[in-house]
T-cell receptor, first 114, second 115 residues
Framework: AQSVTQLGSHVSVSEGALVLLRCNYSSSVPPYLFWYVQYPNQGLQLLLK??????LVKGINGFEAEFKKSETSFHLTKPSAHMSDAAEYFC????????????FGGGTRLMVKP | DADVTQTPRNRITKTGKRIMLECSQT?????MYWYRQDPGLGLRLIYY???????NKGEISDGYSVSRQAQAKFSLSLESAIPNQTALYFC??????????????FGPGTRLTVT
């Protein structure tokens, strides 16, 4: 069965510091992986996705993620945090079923300190 | 205008009441989904529909029902609301046939409180 684990339900960084949000997955098929961001009082917005092409994926707002098959990881990074990055972030993996639906991790709330 | 809309955005209701949450989309996607979000649990799938005549239960369908009135509309009902259904509810759409790599597009959410 497919599953997603996000390590750390809350992450706090200073403005300008590196952002690292961790995601590990399990999948019995080649995975499609996604990072979504949820700003306060809004729905989820796609940040980036891995679909078996380049292992380093660049997304919106300066975020990127690297697919590491050997580590079954898809961690999200940004070199320099901005106050506007404060949000909740969700990692998701395609499920291996007839519908190819997504299963989501528990989410990581990113706080950015001035 | 937003591609996926949800009404109402906020709702407070009492235990035992029937309530309907509505979702509409202008993306032309066949697949629609209802999720609930609870702190620390991420998003959990309640129901999904691959087309107007195809409706399926998700992992937490007990206490909920759905109706797919048209390709563009997918409603979620709580037949008799209870306090542990207090949550943030999201509607989403997808259309893998258009090469979207299974990504889903989300509405803004409905915050439901059951007292």
């Amino acid at each position: 069965a497919q599953s997603v684990t996000q390590l750390g339900s809350h992450v706090s960084v200073s403005e300008g510091a590196l952002v690292l949000l961790r995601c590990n997955y399990s999948s019995s098929v080649p995975p499609y992986l996604f990072w979504y961001v949820q700003y306060p009082n809004q729905g989820l917005q796609l940040l980036l996705k891995y679909t078996s092409a380049a292992t380093l994926v660049k997304g919106i707002n300066g975020f990127e993620a690297e697919f590491k098959k050997s580590e079954t990881s898809f961690h999200l990074t940004k070199p320099s945090a901005h106050m506007s990055d404060a949000a909740e972030y969700f990692c998701a993996v395609r499920m291996n079923n007839a519908g190819n639906m997504l299963t989501f991790g528990g989410g990581t709330r990113l706080m950015v300190k001035p | 205008d937003a591609d996926v809309t949800q009404t109402p955005r906020n709702r407070i209701t009492k235990t035992g009441k029937r309530i309907m949450l509505e979702c509409s989309q202008t993306k032309g996607h066949d697949r629609m989904y209802w999720y609930r979000q609870d702190p620390g649990l991420g998003l959990r799938l309640i129901y999904y529909s691959f087309d107007v005549k195809d409706i399926n239960k998700g992992e937490i369908s007990d206490g909920y029902s759905v109706s797919r009135q048209a390709q563009a509309k997918f409603s979620l009902s709580l037949e008799s609301a209870i306090p542990n259904q207090t949550a943030l509810y999201f509607c989403a759409t997808s259309d893998p046939n258009r090469g979207s790599s299974y990504e889903q597009y989300f509405g803004p959410g409905t915050r439901l409180t059951v007292t």
